[in-house]
């Protein structure tokens, strides 16, 4: 009778063990659910389509200030025995950046056709942009000077991947990824440059 009920009291306390484990993770994971939504259509070839996802934690999260992280840059690359000076990005929403460089993309298009990089590549990129998920306008702060652009955020070659406009038909290119706090502002964005060798660049929230 007494190896009965310890033997009870030890399965009830393993059920109780198991089913608090179940709902912490359970709860774990409601905080990293992705928005229950289907992806958004593509627009049509040879247009340059806004589009809006929530599941996309860059279009989520990427605007306001961010500064270098000295910090981790230090763990990057501990080699290096300095970092430069300043260095700083702000993206803000912007209705006459966002309509520039939606236009602007859709007049280079055709122009990329006969690129000395092939047909493949045009082709590529006008995928890449039926589906812009994100434009507004970057102010970049490099020691002494303020450059200003509007950019498009898509994916390229399953990378997330910023187009730049500065100019009329200047246009840049940066890889950018990022390492997202769920539950506060401990984000970490890697700006790199437009080729993969590129280093990146790890920047907070700037407070």
Not at 41 to 56: F, R, Y
Not at 72 to 100: C, D, H, I, W
Not at 153 to 161: E, K, M, T, V
Request: overall charge negative; proline content about 4%; charged content about 30%.
């Amino acid at each position: 009778m007494f190896r009965t009920t310890a033997l009870l009291l030890v399965v009830c306390v393993l059920t109780a063990f198991a089913t608090t484990v179940a709902l912490a993770m359970a709860e774990k994971k409601a905080d990293f659910e992705i928005p229950a939504k289907e992806m958004p259509e593509p627009g049509e070839s040879g247009k340059a389509t806004l589009v809006s996802d929530p599941a996309n934690l860059l279009a989520l999260e990427l605007r306001g200030a961010w500064t270098l992280d000295l910090e981790v840059m230090g763990r990057m690359y501990p080699e290096a025995k300095s970092f430069g000076g300043k260095y700083e990005l702000t993206f803000t929403e912007n209705a006459e950046s966002q309509t520039r460089i939606l236009a602007t993309i859709e007049v280079a298009m055709p122009s990329l056709q006969g690129d000395d990089r092939g047909d493949r590549f045009a082709a590529d990129f006008r995928e890449a942009v039926r589906r812009i998920y994100q434009c507004g306008r970057l102010e970049m702060v490099e020691g002494d000077e303020t450059m200003t652009f509007d950019y498009a955020l898509i994916s390229w070659r399953g990378n997330p991947h910023l187009i730049l406009r500065e100019g009329k038909d200047d246009f840049e290119s940066a890889h950018i990824m990022l390492a997202r706090d769920p539950k506060g502002d401990n984000d970490i964005l890697f700006m790199g440059g437009d080729q993969t060798k590129e280093l990146f660049a790890p920047m907070k929230r700037k407070k």
